[in-house]
Nanobody, 117 residues
Framework: QVQLVESGGGLVQPGGSLRLSCAAS????????MSWYRQAPGKERELVAA????????NYADAVKGRFTISRDSAKNTVYLQMNSLKPEDTAVYYC??????????WGQGTQVTVSS
């Protein structure tokens, strides 16, 4: 079965960096678009970044452009989110997502990122 396991979250000071990882299994990882979403308390889940199957195209939310970088390693079945210049408003639970057309969306359990001094 499809499994997505996130890691790398934690507490970081404003201006700091974190790298999130999402280990995928149970499907042909290299064939599908992978994404990172986040959900802050009291807010809806929102798309942060996405990367196509071959990694040739990426997409970012305006709020993170220039600070976050999504990447993938098909040899390790892992997608990453490098987060730099973190701000308190980046505080959220971050979720890995796999979209397998036409109907299936899969989610990891989430990893907490807290940006605070």
């Amino acid at each position: 079965q499809v499994q997505l396991v996130e890691s790398g979250g934690g507490l970081v000071q404003p201006g700091g960096s974190l790298r999130l990882s999402c280990a995928a299994s149970g499907f042909a990882f290299s064939r599908y678009t992978m994404s990172w979403y986040r959900q802050a308390p009291g807010k809806e889940r929102e798309l942060v970044a996405a990367i196509t199957s071959a990694g040739g195209s990426t997409n970012y939310a305006d709020a993170v452009k220039g600070r976050f970088t999504i990447s993938r390693d098909s040899a390790k079945n892992t997608v990453y989110l490098q987060m730099n210049s973190l701000k308190p408003e980046d505080t959220a639970v971050y979720y890995c997502n796999a979209y397998i057309p036409p109907w299936s969306y899969y989610w990891g359990q989430g990893t907490q990122v807290t940006v605070s001094s």
